[in-house]
């Protein structure tokens, strides 16, 4: 697995290095606003990690500093880059994991939550993309998705995976019940799903050089349009549409 990029590191967690107050925070973060930590049977990070299948703390480079603003284009080093320095303190957490029956069908979730200091410069990016490409090319998954509950950072999240190739799928509603109060009652959550799949990890460089990523309201409406000429294609095999002239359709 390759674990570093241009400006980031990834150190997988174990007992060694889970202990650490802002590991703590994040991990509080993400029982409140991730599915798949909120879900876990036990609800402590390092039992967390040890069900995934990647669970990593994602580090500065050693030569990057937090105000220095990354360049645009990410690029993956060589292999051969293998004593990466990097610095002390932990700025984020990046996961992989699936359930036996998702495994089974080559298929993972993944999330990922940066420290707010450290937001807006591209950290995330880089590291959802070292993940994403140990999934793909390590472990020969064929999907990925990324899960995101109705709250106030779900935009910004999914703008991330948008950025990276991701394609909205749809939302289950009420779908997750939400414990609040220390588990005493509960809110039931929506929650939108976002999937790429391996041939569109394998073309996203030629996908990324068609411009900007689109918005949500673009994949939403690019989505909404195909199906619905899916449906007209279908309608028209199936002889439920008659073309008329148009005069016929005003009478």
């Not at 973060?29 to 798949?36: G, I, R």
């Not at 069900?51 to 990057?64: K, T, W």
């Not at 996908?207 to 000429?229: A, Q």
Request: charged share 25%.
């Amino acid at each position: 697995m390759l674990t570093h990029s241009q400006n980031v590191v990834l150190s997988p967690l174990d007992f060694n290095n889970c202990q650490n107050a802002l590991l703590d925070v994040l991990w509080s973060e993400l029982t409140e606003s991730a599915v798949e930590p909120m879900q876990a049977p036990i609800p402590y990070l390092i039992n967390f990690a040890e069900d995934c299948l990647l669970c990593a703390i994602v580090m500065l480079r050693g030569n990057i500093r937090v105000e220095d603003q990354p360049s645009s284009e990410f690029t993956i080093p060589s292999e051969q880059d293998v004593d990466i320095p990097y610095e002390d303190e932990p700025i984020g957490l990046v996961y992989v994991t699936a359930a036996p029956a998702q495994s089974e069908a080559q298929e993972a979730n993944i999330g990922i939550i940066i420290a707010e200091c450290h937001q807006r410069k591209g950290f995330a990016r880089e590291a959802v993309e070292l993940a994403l490409s140990w999934a793909f090319e390590d472990l020969k998954f064929h999907r990925i998705q990324a899960a995101f509950m109705n709250d106030a950072q779900k935009d910004r999240a999914m703008r991330l995976f948008i950025g990276q190739g991701f394609t909205h799928e749809g939302t289950r509603r009420r779908s997750v019940l939400k414990p609040e109060r220390g588990g005493m009652v509960g809110v039931w959550k929506d929650v939108t799903y976002f999937a790429m799949l391996d041939t569109e990890w394998s073309l996203r460089t030629v996908l990324k050089h068609k411009g900007p990523p689109p918005t949500l309201w673009d994949e939403m409406f690019m989505r909404h349009t195909k199906e619905r000429e899916e449906m007209v294609k279908w309608d028209e095999k199936h002889n439920r549409i008659r073309k008329v002239s148009s005069t016929e359709t005003l009478r």
